[in-house]
């Protein structure tokens, strides 16, 4: 607490107590680095300043504003617990962390976070940087990615919260971890703890937390065919419960493998896209690399002209002037290809 005093960053949700921008900070921050999180923080707070404003507004302008962050599901839940607020509790958040629980996409941390910044309850709110200093200066050795380990590391943070000023404690472990206690190199020569540190006193920084298992990386293979007819181009939205859902995108061929470039065009789902319409393909892109939590994806996209429409494209998909692009919420890796 003496150190968060001295060197606490200031960032604009730790300057208010309004649950709504504190829950908006949070769900933005979950799997996003401060620095990239805090434009779209106060993209989301000018467009929506209230949570009224937020469930009145179409999912699709939700998801625009929020492309390029990723995990897009947390922008469908943002709007759809938005909408909850509004509709079961008249715009007011619940005051207590167990409430708080009960609202569609919060979870234990973001219900313990709310709680202790905008209610002043006594709750720990542990997230990464939590983990990773607990389990460094205590030695502790239980996987932070299991029940037992997660219930071990909350009773830990309850004996350890001071009951008049939770929000700090809690924003004090988020700091430290960020600035001190890092994950890789972390400053141990400038750290107040290192004297009761059990990880520095025996040289094992590196090996805490500890995780019991690693997810397997999916690899995936996308071909794009970024079609033109005079001015307009085609896109659709993904609505399968896959990535990027609720997203636009090209018509696109996944493939289980690469695939050299005189092979697409026989393959059976260019066939039925294009049907007799002729076509002629412009350009092909370089392979994209594009890398996700749990996924690798390697994109390449296919400009291609036509003169007339297949039924395929007439029914499946969005017949759009090419300027319309910018209106429709892209997966990031469509943009790359574009902004390229």
Known sequence: ??????????????????????????IILQQT??????????????RFPTVQDLAAAPLDEVLRLWQGLGYYSRARH???????????????????????????????????????FAF???????????????????????????????KLFAELAEELIPPAHPGDFNQALMDFGSLVCTPAKPLCADCPLSAGCYAFAHKSTGKFPVKSKRTAIRTRYFYYLFIRHKNSVFIRKRT???????????????????????KLVTNEKWAALFG??????????????????????????????????????????????????DSYSL????????EK
């Not at 607490?1 to 949070?26: C, F, N, V």
């Not at 709007?79 to 005051?95: C, K, L, M």
């Not at 002629?280 to 690798?296: A, F, M, P, Y």
């Open 276 to 325: 007799d319409a002729p076509w002629k393909i412009c350009r092909i892109s370089g392979e994209i690399k594009h890398q996700l939590t749990h996924q690798t994806l390697y994109a390449t996209f296919y400009t291609i002209d036509i003169s007339k429409i297949s039924p395929a494209l007439q029914t499946g998909y969005l017949n759009i002037s090419s300027s319309m692009l």
């Open 120 to 150: 002043n309850e006594a709750v720990p709110a542990i997230d990464g940087n939590g983990y990773r200093i607990l389990s460094r200066v205590f030695g502790m050795d239980e996987p932070v990615d299991t029940g037992a380990g997660k």
């Open 33 to 46: 680095r401060v620095e990239q999180g805090e434009p779209y923080y106060l993209r989301f707070t000018e």
């Open 331 to 338: 997966p990031r890796l469509v943009t790359i290809f574009l």
């Open 78 to 116: 943002l709007h759809s617990t938005a909408q909850q607020i509004v509709a079961e509790y008249g715009g007011r958040f619940p005051r207590s962390r167990e409430a708080l629980l009960k609202l569609k996409g919060i979870g234990a941390y973001t219900a313990a976070a709310i709680a202790s």
């Open 240 to 262: 399968e419960k896959d990535i990027w859902q609720g997203l636009y995108e090209f018509p696109l061929i996944e493939t289980t493998g690469r695939v050299p470039t005189g």
């Open 1 to 26: 607490m003496e150190w968060y005093r001295a060197h606490h960053r200031y960032l604009p949700w730790k300057q208010t107590g309004d649950p709504y921008k504190i829950w908006l900070s949070e």
